[in-house]
């Protein structure tokens, strides 16, 4: 029997776009998915499952889905038994606590005795404990945000990216609880079959490769024979450069891979050095 690998991932809202795009750069085709609750991929041995995002840790846990695409905040406020494969690098946000304006926290010591409302009251719970602080947490499944404004809270614990619904509502940014992105996610109370464990390794593999090539950059520009060795020097490539001749024989081709970050610093290394016509192109996948 051929038994298909089953992946959750979010249905609707901030996860989803960037999940299924991140199939796409593993060359995983899924066709026709709107509006549907399961579709199977084209190409490779993956279900796929669309879901609320409270709801992935839970099917994922109890193996109605092998795997899952869920943000690390969601994964700690269920606190259920799965485990985090792979840092996803896409959904990056911050769970922060938010005061008014006008207020200033010193310390977290400030908590202390406070009323805090947030939709995770298990990581915040937590973090006061660790911290020894006695704060009220009182739980509000949505709109966190107006809490202080009508009286209920005096602060809020929620997500935050830009801080712009934060200013909306006349708050700020305080402390900062818990950094989270998407995770891969797998349960902690079941073993996959061994032809389950091949497919899964296939697609880790391929996310891997999808995920350093992100991270990557392809360059290439004209050097002068005589400031060759000078520039590999400069170039921190992730193998040696590529070499290639050119027509005008006082110069030479280079193409290396590196590091994106690294790209913008060594710009002007490479153009004081003699480097010329510089471009960087994306890569679509890294197999080392
Ligand atoms: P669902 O209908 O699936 O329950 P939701 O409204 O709970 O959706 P979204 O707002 O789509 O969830 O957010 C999903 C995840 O995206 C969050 O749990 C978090 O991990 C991540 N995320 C990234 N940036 C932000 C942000 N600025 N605010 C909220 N969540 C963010
Ligand atoms: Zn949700």
Request: with cysteine; hydrophobic share 40%.
């Amino acid at each position: 029997m051929n038994e298909n690998l089953r992946l959750a991932i979010q249905k609707k809202g901030r996860l989803h776009d960037k999940s299924m795009q991140l199939l796409k750069s593993c060359g995983i085709e899924v066709e026709n998915f709107q509006d549907r609750l399961f579709v199977s991929a084209s190409n490779f041995n993956l279900d796929i499952l669309f879901l609320r995002d409270d709801d992935i840790p839970e099917y994922v846990q109890d193996n109605v889905a092998h795997i899952g695409i869920v943000g690390e905040n969601e994964m700690l406020e269920k606190g259920l038994a799965v485990k985090p494969v792979k840092q996803l690098g896409f959904g990056k946000c911050s769970l922060r606590l938010g005061i008014p304006e006008k207020d200033e926290l010193k310390s977290i010591k400030d908590l202390e005795n406070k009323i805090i409302a947030t939709s995770y009251p298990k990581i915040l719970n937590n973090f006061l404990d660790e911290n020894k602080i006695k704060a009220k947490v009182i739980e509000l499944s949505g709109s966190v945000e107006i809490a202080p404004s009508l009286g209920i809270a005096d602060y809020i614990c929620d997500l935050v990216s830009t801080g712009n619904t934060l200013k909306l509502n006349k708050l700020k940014k305080s402390f900062n609880i818990l950094n989270s992105q998407a995770v891969l996610i797998q349960s902690e109370k079941f073993n996959l079959s061994p032809e389950l464990k091949k497919i899964f390794n296939k697609l880790l593999l391929r996310i891997e490769s999808s995920l350093k090539a992100k991270k990557s950059k392809y360059i290439m520009m004209n050097v002068p024979k005589d400031s060759l060795e000078q520039i590999i020097k400069i170039i921190p490539s992730l193998e040696s450069p590529t070499v290639l001749p050119l027509s005008n024989k006082g110069l030479v081709a280079v193409h290396a891979v590196i590091n994106e970050d690294k790209f913008w610093e060594i710009n002007e290394d490479l153009k004081a050095a003699g480097a010329s016509g510089i471009l960087s192109m994306p890569i679509e996948n890294i197999i080392l």
